[in-house]
């Protein structure tokens, strides 16, 4: 009896260190929040065939809901094409691909901009408040303020 209790002792004893390990491990890979005006990437070859071949697989099968025999009969679709039925969905992908490149110039020109311009929106801001407040000391006599300028 001793010996099934060591035994059922051993294992609670690595859960607790599996527990106090995966607690560990996630602090430090907290990601920042994703933006949500990132262009999305594009879809590659086989997802744009995958987008034609759902609607044509949905009509010749109206009574299957399985997302996973969609999947799996596409992918075994996909395997036996050749690279001549394959290259009009690789050209759409391409295409896919130049218009998301561009979008992303766009993207991180923005970026870019957008961190420099908030900057200068936040020191407008705080100009315009410090003349706003000058004006009113202005009204109220307050000239020692402006000496300090």
């Given at each position: 009896m001793k010996g099934?209790?060591?035994r059922a002792a051993a294992p609670k004893r690595t859960d607790t260190?599996?527990?106090?390990k995966s607690a560990g491990a996630?602090?430090?890979a907290k990601k920042a929040g994703k933006d949500p005006n990132k262009p999305k990437r594009p879809a590659s070859a086989f997802f744009v065939f995958m987008e034609e071949f759902r609607e044509k697989y949905k009509k010749d099968h109206p009574n299957?809901?399985?997302?996973a025999a969609v999947g799996k009969a596409g992918g075994e679709k996909w395997k036996?094409?050749?690279d001549a039925?394959?290259?009009p969905y690789q050209a759409k992908a391409e295409k896919r691909k130049v218009e998301y490149?561009?979008?992303m110039d766009v993207y991180n020109k923005?970026?870019?901009e957008g961190d420099n311009g908030a900057e200068e929106e936040e020191s407008d801001k705080s100009k315009s408040e410090v003349n706003d407040e000058d004006e009113d000391d202005d009204e109220s006599g307050g000239e020692d303020e402006d000496d300090e300028e």
């Open positions: 099934g209790k060591s260190k599996l527990k106090t996630s602090k430090p299957n809901k399985s997302v036996s094409l050749s039925e394959k290259a490149n561009k979008n923005k970026q870019a």
